[in-house]
């Protein structure tokens, strides 16, 4: 079966730190891989998508860059964090005729 | 890409049947509509999917008409655990970014 799988649960970094949010799926190849990330008490905003390996598409301009070194690896990254960076970062993939599949998700801090 | 329109929030009571429903006027010929519910601090979670007429599962009813402008997600005998944002999507081609909206955040009162 098909799971994905998204770590840390939980992180609090201090301004101007990095950071590495990684995502692997499995039971599957070749998957449409996505990061979101979600404000307090806001929709979803889509950050990447990548369609393969190493092939990101950025959908909004910031601090914020993803890696895909893997088919099933999809990774969030940033040199220096920024307070505006906290929220809850979501890891996606997509699931052939049912629709898309989410990771537990990282609820980041930044102090 | 469809763009969707739901309303922003819904109140309702434990028992009762829910219907939220989805505007997607420019939905294209194979587009399916799909909806999520999320919980606070989770991930978004499959619902149901549907392309046309009614479909059914142990969670939901969809209810799409013929002009598939809209969608219609009903939720029978709610209960507190039902409290969620519900979320409408319209695009299910491989390659398409998924765009979400606002979603409908569902308030069930004891």
Redesign the interface.
């Known amino acids: 079966s098909q799971t994905i799988h998204q770590w840390p649960a939980t992180l609090v970094q201090p301004v101007g730190s990095p950071l590495s949010l990684e995502c692997t799926v499995e039971g599957t190849s070749n998957p449409?891989l996505?990061w979101?990330r979600q404000a307090a008490g806001?929709?979803?905003q889509?950050l990447f998508?990548s369609?393969g390996i190493g092939q990101i598409?950025s959908?909004v301009p910031q601090n914020l860059s993803a890696s895909r070194p893997q088919d099933r690896q999809f990774i969030l990254s940033s040199k220096k964090l920024l307070l505006s960076d906290s929220g809850?970062y979501?890891c996606?993939w997509?699931q052939?005729?049912?629709?898309?599949?989410?990771?537990?998700?990282t609820?980041l801090t930044v102090v | 890409l469809a763009k969707t329109t739901q309303p922003i929030s819904m109140d309702s009571y434990e028992g009762q049947e829910v219907n939220i429903t989805c505007s997607h006027n420019n939905i294209a010929t194979n587009d399916y509509i799909?909806w999520?519910q999320q919980f606070p601090?989770?991930?978004?979670?499959?619902i149901i999917?549907g392309y046309k007429t009614k479909v059914t599962n142990e969670v939901a009813s969809l209810f799409i008409p013929a002009d598939r402008k809209s969608s219609t997600l009903s939720l029978p005998r709610v209960s507190l655990s039902d409290t969620a944002v519900y979320?409408c999507?319209a695009p299910?081609n491989?390659?398409d970014?998924?765009?979400?909206?606002?979603?409908t955040r569902l308030h069930i009162l004891p």
């Open positions: 449409n996505y979101y806001r929709g979803l889509l998508y369609v598409s959908e809850f979501l996606a997509r052939d005729n049912y629709g898309y599949t989410f990771g537990s998700g609820r | 799909t999520y601090s989770q991930g978004p979670r499959f999917q979320y999507l299910m491989r390659d970014k998924i765009i979400f909206g606002k979603g």
